[in-house]
């Protein structure tokens, strides 16, 4: 069973501070993502990464950073939190072929305060 | 523009047959994927389809349409626990990145 595991479920965090969120994946995948879902417009791809210290910008890369210094794990960086960040956080990964679905992670919901 | 569109919202009666349809538009196409996400978890994989036609898997299938930029998910015999979310997405080509629609949820009445 593909395991995908994300650092927490909720964080509180204030305006101005710098949040990481981490996630790893058991599959040895190729793939990793990070997106955000909020209400009405669905998931969104914030960025992602096909191979150790490679990394692409998503659809909406603005305010975050991202790190892959091992295969398993991804990281989430928001440089200075902001409170139009306040949202549902996902992890994905996924295999090398085109037809291979993403796996995700349970989420993190982060509160800006 | 990229653009997936799905319905809001529908409901269904339990046993009954459910069609959600979806259209996109989107600058390349490398396949077509349903998931499913109950409330407060994570989306799950459910079918994908990158050439026209239907795919079947138990109560649940998949069709597409490439020329129309089209696909529905067909759930046959439904079920209370088959009120969920139900999300299109579609995997641009030159790599893996997938975009999603907003999703359609689906409450399924006794």
């Known amino acids: 069973d593909v395991k995908v595991t994300q650092s927490s479920r909720y964080l509180v965090k204030r305006t101005g501070e710098k949040v990481f969120l981490e996630c790893v994946q058991d599959m040895d995948h190729e793939n990793m993502f990070w997106y955000r879902q909020d209400p009405g417009l669905g998931l969104r791809l914030i960025y992602f990464?096909?191979?150790?210290?490679?990394?692409e910008k998503g659809d909406i890369p603005e305010g975050y950073s991202v790190s892959r210094e091992k295969k398993e794990r991804f990281s989430l960086i928001l440089e200075s939190a902001s409170t139009n960040q306040t949202s549902m956080y996902l992890c994905?990964?996924?295999?090398?072929?085109?037809?291979?679905?993403?796996?995700f992670g349970p989420g993190t919901r982060l509160t800006v305060t | 523009g990229q653009n997936i569109d799905q319905p809001t919202e529908m409901t269904a009666t339990e046993g009954a047959i459910v069609q959600i349809n979806c259209t996109y538009q989107t600058s390349g196409f490398n396949g077509l994927f349903w998931y499913q996400q109950h409330a407060g978890e994570a989306p799950t994989f459910l079918s994908y389809n990158v050439l026209d036609g239907l795919e079947e898997k138990g109560r649940f299938s998949s069709f597409l349409s490439r020329s129309k930029g089209y696909s529905y998910l067909l759930l046959k015999e439904l079920q209370m626990k088959d009120s969920a979310s139900y999300l299109c997405a579609v995997r641009d080509t030159g790599g893996f990145k997938t975009i999603f629609g907003a999703g359609t949820r689906l409450f399924v009445k006794a």
């Open positions: 990464s096909y191979d150790v210290k490679m990394k």
């Open positions: 994905a990964s996924s295999g090398d072929r085109l037809s291979y679905e993403q796996y």
